[in-house]
């Protein structure tokens, strides 16, 4: 054991007759075990929230989606679906009818998002028509059954009184000519699924129907989409791909991605992680004060036996190093006792989700915990970097003691 170290602990531990000095040490080892374990469980609550959510947008919505400046231009869509396919980076692709429209039932009527699908491809693109269903499934659109099926959102079908095998009206804003003028047009739907994404959004406000069953609620002709929904191998290389497709389809077609389609959710979901950051590294700062009162103090405890010390042959070196590594050790060790608390909470939380949210409030029904090893490394470094820092003015002082000025009185 190196003579620095070795005093370093004998300082720091065995503390009978300064009390009060030993307590701010072990209150300074709380503070930084505390912000330590703080910000691990706050950014594993973070980062298992924007996983979570970006998991739902992408179940519900594809990786990136080509549409047209002309309607038309993608009523005989077989070929480009082909030519999406066969796109570097690509690994599925359907295409899809966007519209909004009205469901009616007897228990009261609702707003909806319906999409259109192709239920042979959409499963391949849409993971929550094959993960996220409760009751039926896409196989229930295929059917020529009348009328035709819907799959609708949990939360819709709770509020609304439907199960399978329901029957619900649809009404469309394109018009029928009648003897009073436009109508809106109407059409009967059985509930053919039941899914549910955890986000109340999309549980209460969209609905699936095959494709040729929403051209006929809109009157639109054979063939017509609103665009081709893809996914890709890499989701962080959604805009590459995209615009390597842009090049390749050209003019009238583009394509958008995700993380363009929801570019400020979450820049202000990184915002608010690195304000949380900030934030609560000020708990560690505070216990870096703590730790230069404490060395201040021990400075001034143990002048004489720094004198000592330095005139049996320790240089100011030596003294300066067993200071620095108090302060060091203060930081080790909380950051030690944070990490073993922080973890351990996060882990209890993923597992038990004792911590519920309401689903009418929140995207989510629970604190979802997703632990990041780079973020974890992060804030072990942070805190020990502000623990190192706090030793330099105590260290700079004790090295600079004179001893024959600090025994003079002795």
Same mark, same amino acid.
């Given at each position: ?8 602990l004998r300082y720091l531990f065995s503390r009978r007759k300064q009390t009060f000095i030993y307590v701010i040490s072990l209150m300074s080892i709380f503070g930084v075990a505390l912000g330590v374990g703080a910000l691990v ?169 095959? &494709? ?7 009157? @639109? !002709?054979? +063939? ?5 929904? $893809?996914? #890709? ?114 882990? &209890? ?7 519920? @949210? !309401?689903? +009418? ?5 629970? $604190?979802? #915990? ?20 706090a030793t330099i003015y105590p260290a700079r002082q004790a090295a600079r003691l004179e001893p024959a000025e600090a025994l003079r009185y002795e």
């Open positions: 054991m190196r003579f620095e170290f070795f005093i370093a469980v706050t950014l594993g609550v973070y980062n298992g929230f924007t996983t979570d959510i970006r998991d739902k947008i992408l179940g519900v919505n594809s990786h990136a989606i080509v549409m047209s400046h002309r309607a038309e231009a993608l009523d005989n869509h077989a070929p480009f679906v082909d030519a999406v396919l066969a796109s570097q980076g690509v690994t599925g692709a359907t295409p899809f009818l966007y519209t909004e429209v009205m469901l009616s039932t007897p228990n009261g009527a609702k707003g909806l998002v319906l999409r259109g699908i192709d239920p042979d491809s959409a499963g391949n693109v849409l993971t929550i028509l094959q993960n996220r269903m409760l009751e039926g499934g896409l196989d229930e659109l295929e059917k020529d059954d009348m009328p035709p099926g819907i799959i609708i959102g949990r939360e819709l079908a709770r509020r609304l009184g439907l199960g399978l095998g329901s029957r619900v009206n649809l009404l469309s804003h394109s018009g029928e000519k009648s003897s009073t003028g436009f109508a809106p047009r109407i059409r009967s739907f059985r509930v053919a699924g039941v899914f549910q994404t955890g986000m109340f959004e999309y549980d209460s406000t969209l609905a699936f129907v095959a &494709l040729p069953a929403a051209r006929e609620l809109l009157g @639109l !002709p054979e +063939g017509r989409i609103s665009g081709i929904e $893809l996914t #890709v191998a890499d989701l962080y290389k959604a805009d590459r791909v995209a615009e390597r497709l842009q090049q390749e389809l050209g003019p009238p077609f583009y394509v958008r991605h995700w993380m363009e389609m929801n570019a400020n959710l979450f820049a202000a979901l990184k915002l608010e992680k690195i304000g949380m950051f900030i934030v609560l590294s000020m708990v560690v700062l505070i216990a870096s004060f703590s730790i230069v009162t404490s060395l201040v103090m021990l400075v001034m405890e143990k002048t004489r036996d720094i004198a000592i010390l330095m005139s049996m042959g320790a240089t100011r070196g030596m003294i300066r190093r067993i200071f620095m590594l108090q302060g060091t050790i203060i930081g080790v060790v909380g950051t030690v006792c944070g990490y073993a608390f922080g973890i351990t909470l996060s882990l &209890l939380l993923k597992k038990y989700q004792f911590i519920k @949210l !309401p689903p +009418g409030v929140y995207a989510l029904d629970h $604190l979802p #915990v997703l632990l990041n090893p780079l973020d974890i490394a992060i804030v072990g470094g942070s805190a020990m970097l502000l623990s190192f820092l």
